[in-house]
């Protein structure tokens, strides 16, 4: 696994020095509570390795992205929003509100969302 990217936020979470409601670890995905929930259920599952964006997604990275989505379904399952049904969003640059430079999938659920988005 690569060195965890300097000042990265989601890179300490994973490394366990910044304190977040961890809710599931799987191989080689890390999912934690939204500490500013846009849902009743919003969790963040972001690669264990340091990967900046959607954006910047190599071949290479094929195992993690698989990896994330198979965690996004098991939090979605574990949050009993699998039925009901929920948004994987993952924001990308200025005009999506793309805050942390480390890739994180958001799982939205738990209520009924609008389409399109804001
Ligand atoms: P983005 O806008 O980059 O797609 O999403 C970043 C998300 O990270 C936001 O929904 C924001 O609430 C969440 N976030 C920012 N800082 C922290 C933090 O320190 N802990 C946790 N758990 N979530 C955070
Ligand atoms: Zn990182």
Known sequence: MSAPAEDC???????????????HRSERSVAFADINPAAPVHVLVVPAR????AATLEAEDAEELADL??????????????DSGYRL???????????????HLHVLGGRAMTWPPG
């Open 9 to 23: 936020l989601f890179c300490g979470i994973v490394a366990g020095d910044i304190p977040a409601e961890v809710l």
């Open 50 to 53: 340091h990967i900046e964006s």
């Open 69 to 82: 989505l198979r965690t996004a379904r098991e939090v979605a399952r574990q949050r009993g929003i699998a």
């Open 89 to 103: 969003v993952f924001n990308v640059g200025a005009d999506a509100n793309n805050t942390v430079a480390h890739l």
